[in-house]
């Protein structure tokens, strides 16, 4: 029997290699949702973009920088003018061009049996999308759009070798025709087929179900993958995601639950890193004069139209408290409608927590005995929502508002809301179109041609407020219209139709010996994650 | 039989009738699909547009005539949220579904049975006890949690089984399967035995109930004074007459299974069916939930029908006129 010591030291070396906390350079994430779809255009929201973002890039990144872009530059008002970064290939080889630019944005207007890919609407007011040479690609619009330079990040840049296109240059127009007939089908995005891009991901294999496998990009024109490949998978509920990556299945999960941190914080193998988003939380009053839905006095008119109560309300809501106690600091409070940490944001004074002044500020409205109010709040939509809620209708009961809490699932919620049947509810906006977007849509007057206040259910209207938004809803230049959003958001934080509450943090439990940055747009992509 | 097989399907036919329009008006009056698929960056002619393109924003008669006339041509619509046609999100899924749930239903026969006539057959022993009091146990257990403890066990603690997911399949027949490979047929056991769980006390009582009936019956004492050996008694005489009831059960609850194991599949993150219906009412997806739901009435409807022949197989009095 002669096991020699190079034998031993090479078992022992294995037996070492064994515990090694990571195999090779796979990573294994649990998504909370599943993605729908390779095809990049049809869907939105986090999950799809998430996977999305590993295999198409954008002209612009994430965060607003340039990213398959190298400048832009408005060069007459309705003339947005994009320099692309030369010499990135595809995943099949192709250049990237001025024509693909082309060629995904007729693709994104392009219509299956009819129904809208759901981000079509960023493409709104564009009519038209030229390229001149290979890399440079003008955007004209029908009417002012400054925030293409942030939309233009919905638009993932697709090959054109994907499709049978026209000789000579692709013509655009809105209706993604094109003068292409053969644009590759969702089946084909999902079979790894036509899912080709130039992000650091190839794309292995999708299933329906949310999962993918994805492979490294080796010829990745920035900064390479660190992993070789990465599993993605989709499981909804919290209490198994976490059981998945106790048991080893999962190296990164999403969204564990408030309650489930201490046990993270206590496992040594285990941890997590919270990421303040820019998803902002925050309560939508009706202010319409003539009555609210769910709002009930004893005197004729609507309490939420008083300023005053409105104010009341606001300092009624003990903010830290949620914070601290509801997510155990796993939340930051909010002042504003979106973070000062969003670009272009401004940073205004806190609001003031005050419940005695509260109870003087609705007397002096004129409502000593409070009034009656329903309050509507998604359950299912927003970590903690529903005991938010709860506090939130505590803290306003203190002061003498007699609050009816009801909390609904969103498919029933959004409903109600669209139909403008609640007075005052709870809602969350994610801001990835940067700080203004949400107020330009939610408090300003209604603008059909500058497409302003479509989901105003506050009736807010005031002429400050309006003058500033559409100021900036045509302004190009950077500093002048974070100059327009810092004076709407003065003018809507004195007015309150929107109370702000606090802004969500992102929160991934995942392996300790991984080093998490996280991203302030709740998308989990596989360059966030390093070994440590 | 003849006239009981037409009889039947005159009754389904209403029965899926009434079922469509109650789902339909039950989905229209609770949710509306343009609230949950657009997007916070969709102007008000954005939405507009998006219900023409799902014609929601016609009356809801006239929504329903389209659909029902489509069904008559053998469409049953296309899902708002994938825009792909419904059947084929139902089938893709089905097969997932199907062998979990027959494998469940198979351990509750395989484990439920014997334990039931054991325990109907030796009433004092230990053993009995301990069936009685586990199948106790396991009846009361909420679904959801026991799901959570099954994971907790076999998947974090003793890491013999993965937690959730499909793992690999095997194509029978062009249809993607699990059970015909170890990493896929690891993957069915936990979401399997959770199902089972419930099913086997079930059983176990049901036989049980039925033994402890049958065994004082006099056939049983007479065959038992002509010196039948007991392993046969049980088999001829004791079997054939408590299955009546449990293949009733059992037709409802595989039906049951089929339909709904929607907690189990959400747990597990099984891509069956049951979290498809979850999914699609979460996003308003008319299409599916009433498509699978009229499906899953066309299935109870058959399996009751299949259930009715076998009672007349297997107990020689049933005739049907």
């Known amino acids: ?504 943090h992102t929160i991934w439990a995942h392996r300790s010996d991984l080093e998490i940055t996280g991203r302030q747009d709740e998308r989990t992509h596989a360059a966030m994650v390093k070994k440590k | 039989m003849l006239s009981f097989i037409l009889r039947r399907l005159g009754q389904s036919s209403v029965l899926v009738l009434i079922m469509s329009v109650l789902v339909f008006a039950g989905m229209y009056v609770v949710s509306d699909p343009v609230a949950v698929l657009a997007g916070d960056d969709f102007t008000e002619e954005d939405r507009q547009a998006l219900a023409r393109e799902l014609g929601v924003d016609k009356p809801l008669i006239t929504q329903y005539l389209v659909f029902l006339s489509n069904i008559a041509k053998g469409d049953f619509g296309v899902s708002f949220v994938y825009n792909r046609p419904v059947l084929d999100l139902i089938l893709e899924r089905l097969p997932a579904t199907l062998e979990v749930a027959v494998l469940a239903i198979s351990m509750g026969l395989i484990l439920g049975i014997p334990m039931g006539i054991y325990s109907g057959l030796n009433r004092e022993k230990k053993a009995t006890k301990s069936i009685s009091f586990l199948t106790t146990v396991g009846y009361s257990i909420p679904n959801f949690w026991q799901a959570l403890l099954l994971i907790l066990l076999c998947s974090v603690w003793l890491k013999i089984l993965p937690a959730s997911g499909r793992g690999d399949t095997t194509d029978l027949f062009g249809i993607p399967v699990s059970f015909l490979n170890w990493d896929g047929f690891s993957h069915m056991l936990l979401p399997a035995v959770n199902l089972a769980i419930y099913k086997i006390c079930m059983q176990t009582r049901l036989s049980r109930s039925g033994t402890q009936e049958v065994m004082y019956q006099d056939y049983m004492t007479f065959a038992r004074a002509k010196g039948i050996s007991k392993m046969r008694r049980i088999r001829r005489h004791l079997l054939r007459n408590i299955l009546l009831p449990i293949v009733t059960i059992t037709g409802l609850e595989l039906g049951g299974l089929i339909a709904f194991s929607t907690v189990t599949e959400t747990v597990f993150s099984w891509p069956g069916i049951g979290k498809l219906l979850l999914d699609s009412i979460h996003h308003a997806d008319r299409p599916v939930v009433v498509a699978y739901l009229i499906g899953i009435t066309l299935m109870f409807v058959t399996i009751n029908f299949v259930v009715d022949v076998l009672y007349a197989l297997l107990d020689p009095r049933i005739r049907y006129k």
């Open chain 1, 1 to 504: 029997m002669t096991v020699s010591k190079y034998t031993l030291v090479t078992m022992v070396g294995l037996m070492a290699l064994g515990t090694a906390p990571i195999q090779a350079d796979s990573l294994k994430m649990a998504y909370s949702s599943a993605p729908r779809s390779m095809d990049p255009y049809p869907f939105g929201g986090a999950p799809t973009a998430s996977l999305k973002e590993h295999v198409y890039e954008s002209l612009v990144n994430h965060d607003d920088s340039p990213l398959l872009a190298e400048s832009w530059s408005w060069t007459a008002p309705l003339t947005l003018t994009v320099k692309l970064r030369e010499g990135i290939k595809f995943h099949n080889g192709a250049d990237f061009t001025a024509r693909d630019v082309v060629y995904s944005s007729c693709r994104m207007m392009h219509r299956i049996d009819g129904k809208r890919n759901l981000l079509t609407s960023s493409m709104g007011p564009i009519k038209d999308v030229v390229a001149e040479g290979d890399h440079v690609v003008h955007f004209h619009m029908k009417a002012p759009y400054p925030l293409w330079t942030q939309k233009m990040k919905f638009l993932s840049i697709l090959s054109a070798s994907g499709a049978t296109t026209p000789e000579g240059a692709i013509k655009y127009d809105d209706k993604g025709d094109c003068g292409i007939t053969n644009y590759p089908k969702r089946d084909q995005f999902d079979a790894a087929k036509a899912s080709i891009g130039t992000g650091p991901y190839k794309l292995v294999s999708f299933d329906k179900s949310g999962s993918a496998k994805l492979v490294r990009n080796d010829a990745y024109w920035g900064e390479k993958g660190a992993w070789e490949d990465i599993t993605i998978r989709s499981i909804s509920n919290a209490g198994a995601r976490l059981a998945g990556l106790l048991a080893g299945d999962f190296d990164l999960i999403e969204n564990p639950t408030t309650e489930d941190l201490d046990a993270l914080n206590n496992n040594e193998q285990f941890s997590f890193t919270s990421v303040p988003s820019w998803r902002t939380i925050f309560l939508v009053l009706d202010v319409n004069k003539e009555g609210a839905p769910g709002v009930s006095a004893d005197k004729p008119g609507n309490p939420l139209s008083d300023i005053r109560v409105r104010q009341a309300m606001s300092m009624a809501i003990n903010r830290k408290a949620i914070v601290d106690r509801l997510f155990r600091g796993n939340a930051t409070i909010a002042n504003q409608l979106a973070p000062k940490y969003r670009k272009g944001a401004p940073e205004l004074p806190e609001l003031e927590f005050d419940p005695a002044k509260a109870k003087e500020l609705l007397a002096e409205a004129g409502y000593p005995k409070g009034f009656e109010l329903s309050l509507f709040a998604p359950s299912d939509r927003y970590a903690n929502g529903s005991r938010v809620a709860q506090a939130v209708t505590q803290y306003l009961s203190r002061i003498g508002i007699k609050i009816s809490l009801k909390t609904q699932p969103w498919s029933v919620f959004a409903k109600a809301r669209k139909n403008r049947e609640m007075g005052t509810f709870m809602y969350g906006w994610g801001h990835p179109q940067g700080p203004a977007q949400m107020i330009s849509f939610a408090l300003a007057s209604r603008d059909k041609k500058l497409g302003l206040g479509s989901s105003n259910y506050s009736n807010y209207s005031n002429p400050v407020f309006d003058k500033a938004i559409k100021a900036w809803a045509v302004e190009t230049d950077e500093k002048k219209s974070d100059a327009f959003v810092k004076d709407a958001m003065t003018q809507a934080m004195k007015d309150l139709p929107a109370i702000p509450l606090y802004y969500q």
